[in-house]
């Protein structure tokens, strides 16, 4: 075995054992779902750690689009009308509460403007 396979085994298996410390730390919070079942036009609240981060301009306003997941799926944010929220950073984890809308040929939930806590 090749140097650079053991380094992408060691990787890989990091990444899968960082995967499941973020599904443990997502299932022992309380009155929270998984965001692989949560279903769309219910209110839910999701835990998850934000993975990416972006400001997207929509209609001469800024939006903040927040990519949020749990290791079982994920669901984005989006705070209309701003270009940051305090605390929110990619890798902080947060709980968003709301109704959330399918986008997408995959049935990816969308929240607008959630409520949500910085953990």
Same mark, same amino acid.
């Given at each position: 075995?090749?140097?650079?396979? /053991?380094?992408?085994?060691i990787a890989?298996?990091?990444?899968?054992?960082?995967?499941?410390?973020?599904?443990?730390? +997502? !299932?022992?919070?309380?009155? +929270?779902?998984?965001i692989?079942?949560?279903?769309? !036009?219910?209110?839910?609240n999701?835990?998850?750690?934000?993975?990416?981060l972006?400001?997207?301009? /929509?209609?001469g306003s800024?939006?903040?689009?927040?990519?949020?997941?749990d290791g079982?799926?994920?669901?984005?944010?989006?705070?209309?009308?701003?270009? /940051?929220?305090?605390?929110?950073?990619?890798g902080? !984890?947060?709980v968003?509460?709301? !109704?959330?809308?399918?986008?997408?040929?995959?049935? /990816?939930?969308?929240?607008?403007?959630?409520?949500?806590?910085?953990l």
């Amino acid at each position: 075995m090749t140097l650079k396979a /053991r380094l992408q085994g060691i990787a890989a298996s990091n990444q899968k054992r960082d995967e499941e410390k973020l599904i443990d730390f +997502c !299932r022992r919070q309380a009155n +929270c779902s998984a965001i692989g079942s949560a279903l769309a !036009r219910q209110d839910v609240n999701l835990v998850g750690e934000i993975t990416s981060l972006r400001i997207v301009p /929509r209609a001469g306003s800024p939006s903040l689009e927040a990519t949020l997941s749990d290791g079982t799926g994920s669901v984005v944010a989006v705070w209309t009308g701003r270009r /940051r929220v305090a605390g929110v950073a990619p890798g902080k !984890r947060l709980v968003v509460s709301g !109704r959330g809308a399918p986008i997408g040929p995959g049935g /990816r939930l969308l929240f607008l403007n959630p409520r949500y806590e910085l953990l």
